[in-house]
């Protein structure tokens, strides 16, 4: 269980700073590496606010805190491994997988300097995570689950996983379509508009980087099946969209609004269904034998 004294709420109010503190001094010294070796920069539109740069870094900090905090709490494991998992998901969904959608939708360049700037960031936001947060238990009782049935079991659930984020990724997009690719086809904000020919290649990538990232998680998970549905959703939708979101003052709000809806359409049903294939009863059957612990 995790140490504390305090009301859990005090620890948050203090805890989620810190970790927040953490990712973005490493946003600091990422940036000043970069900028040292010349490294380009994304060439964003010239309405661009550069003023607010630093304010939405802190407000971006201090989501991702939040995110890598629910996480942390609840996957079981050594402290290696934990901070590894949840170093590599922060990066995979926030950074890898908006910086390969940024490259097919818009033309602001920078994607190998974005992938190398948010690399420390993750690091060091997850090391102070996993630090001031330990999972209500330590036995990963999903994984003995898992790893004790037949391959084949699994198989089909990986392969509907795989398959299933583009379609949720598409059926939200199409709900989108009408309101913001006229502001694409405007050309105005640096934003392209590629055919289905190559989004729906780029989604089935996407969805195998975030089953990758994100499986690892399950099977470490070790509080409440709803806590890691709220935890994934959550997480999950601030880090595809709407972290990224908040920065691009220079998009027009209609198409900052409906990306943000869009987004938090794919994170809650792709989380739901993650959650429903692979989370077995067997945890819950387990978890039955020893004292219940409320969620915090």
């Known amino acids: 269980m995790e140490k504390e004294n305090l009301h859990p709420v005090v620890g948050w109010l203090w805890k989620i700073p810190a ?50 905090a629910l996480l942390a709490r609840g996957v079981g494991g050594s402290y290696v ?23 097919i939708f ?20 997850a090391a102070a995570a996993v ?4 999972p209500e238990w330590m036995e990963t009782v999903l994984e003995n689950a898992i790893t004790s049935q037949p391959l084949s079991k699994w198989f089909w659930r990986v392969a509907v996983a795989w398959l299933a984020f583009p379609v949720i990724y598409l059926f939200f997009g199409m709900l989108a379509a009408p309101i913001v690719v006229p502001v694409y ?32 998680i399950i099977v470490s998970w070790s509080r409440s ?21 908040l920065s691009t003052t ?18 809650f049903v792709y989380a739901w269904l993650l959650v429903a294939l692979f989370d077995p009863n067997a945890r819950h059957e387990v978890n039955e034998s020893v004292p219940a612990v409320a969620d915090s």
Do not use: K
Not at 109 to 123: H, K
Not at 239 to 245: K, R, V
């Open 225 to 245: 099946r709803r806590s890691l549905f709220w935890s994934l959703a959550i997480t999950l939708f601030a880090m595809m969209g709407l972290i990224g979101l």
């Open 81 to 103: 491994a934990r901070w590894f998992m949840l170093a590599t998901f922060s990066y995979v969904a926030f950074g890898l997988n908006n910086q390969i959608e940024a490259a």
């Open 131 to 134: 630090s001031l947060f330990e």
């Open 185 to 216: 086809q405007s050309q105005n904000f640096g934003l392209t508009l590629p055919g289905f020919a190559t989004i729906i290649p780029v989604a089935l990538v996407r969805s195998a980087l975030y089953l990758a990232v994100t499986i690892p």
């Open 250 to 267: 220079f998009f027009p709000p209609v198409l900052r609004i409906t990306h943000s809806v869009e987004i938090l359409g794919d994170a």
């Open 19 to 68: 970790i927040a503190l953490a990712y973005f001094i490493g946003v600091m010294i990422s940036g000043a590496v970069i900028t040292a070796t010349n490294l380009r920069w994304p060439s964003f539109p010239e309405s661009f606010n550069q003023s607010n740069e630093f304010v939405l870094s802190l407000v971006g900090a201090v989501l991702m805190a939040f995110c890598m």
């Open 106 to 125: 818009t033309t602001y360049g920078g994607t190998v300097t974005m992938l190398l700037f948010l690399i420390l960031p993750c690091a060091l936001g």
